[in-house]
């Protein structure tokens, strides 16, 4: 069973940035893919951007194509997600999602029901 803890989440004014983290344990399996989530009250959970491991491989949504970057440090089990020119339409509760023993493909990537370990979300508010 896979664990995941979000942390680094926070309020910062448009246009700046904050890192996310998640650090997983329990992992058992050589190969995943891991993925960032976030949900704004009242709306559905949206995939953020996803990286399927080993190989690098990465995917994100097109409203964060060019701000957000997903990596991971290898050997400490950590995912991130750097987070640049933030803006209102960002803020969300942002949860870390694994599958197990699987290289989705760039579009399942991004689909909740692709996942079965979430972590218990780290909150983002961006200001004007």
């Known amino acids: 069973q896979v664990q995941l803890v979000e942390s680094g989440g926070g309020s910062v004014q448009a246009g700046g940035s904050l890192r996310l983290s998640c650090e997983a344990s329990?992992?058992?399996?050589?190969?995943?893919?891991w993925a960032w989530f976030r949900q704004a009250p009242g709306e559905e959970r949206e995939g953020v951007a996803g990286?399927?491991?080993?190989?690098?491989?990465?995917s994100y949504a097109d409203s964060v194509k060019g701000r957000f970057t997903i990596s991971q440090d290898n050997a400490n089990n950590i995912l991130y997600l750097q987070m640049n020119d933030l803006k209102p339409e960002d803020t969300a509760v942002y949860y870390c999602?694994?599958?197990?023993?699987?290289?989705?493909?760039?579009?399942?990537?991004?689909?909740?029901?692709?996942?079965?370990?979430w972590g218990q979300g780290t909150q983002v508010t961006v200001s004007l």
């Open positions: 990286l399927r491991s080993p190989g690098g491989g990465t």
């Open positions: 329990g992992l058992r399996y050589r190969t995943y893919t």
């Open positions: 999602a694994a599958r197990m023993a699987a290289l989705l493909s760039a579009g399942q990537s991004l689909q909740r029901a692709s996942y079965k370990s």
